[in-house]
Nanobody, 116 residues
Framework: QVQLVESGGGLVQPGGSLRLSCAAS????????MGWYRQAPGKQRELVAT???????TYGDSVKGRFTISRDNAKNTVYLQMNSLKPEDTAVYYC??????????WGQGTQVTVSS
């Protein structure tokens, strides 16, 4: 099973940027779909972005044009570049790995707070 460790969360003002990182263990990283999900208080966990082994990306409607997911197979790391952040982006962000939208592993989560 892949182990995932997120980093890069924090407090940022509206309109600002953050980059999240997720380091994965194991030798199968390059073969799996990686993703980012988020969960705000009182809300269900929602898809933010995914990237397949062939670098095909998908995004949730609320982040299209603002967030970019990427992966570095040499470093076993997936990134989420978040620009033009809004207060409604405030949530715990979770890294995931799996096949397609079938998640097999979750990270522990990292808090992102967008506030002035």
């Amino acid at each position: 099973q892949v182990q995932l460790v997120e980093s890069g969360g924090g407090l940022v003002q509206p309109g600002g940027s953050l980059r999240l990182s997720c380091a994965a263990s194991g030798s199968i990283f390059r073969f799996v779909t990686m993703g980012w999900y988020r969960q705000a208080p009182g809300k269900q966990r929602e898809l933010v972005a995914t990237i397949t082994a062939s670098d095909r990306t998908t995004y949730g409607d609320s982040v299209k044009g603002r967030f970019t997911i990427s992966r570095d197979n040499a470093k076993n790391t997936v990134y989420l570049q978040m620009n033009s952040l809004k207060p409604e982006d405030t949530a715990v962000y979770y890294c995931s790995s799996g096949v397609g939208l079938q998640v097999a592993s979750w990270g522990q989560g990292t808090q992102v707070t967008v506030s002035s």
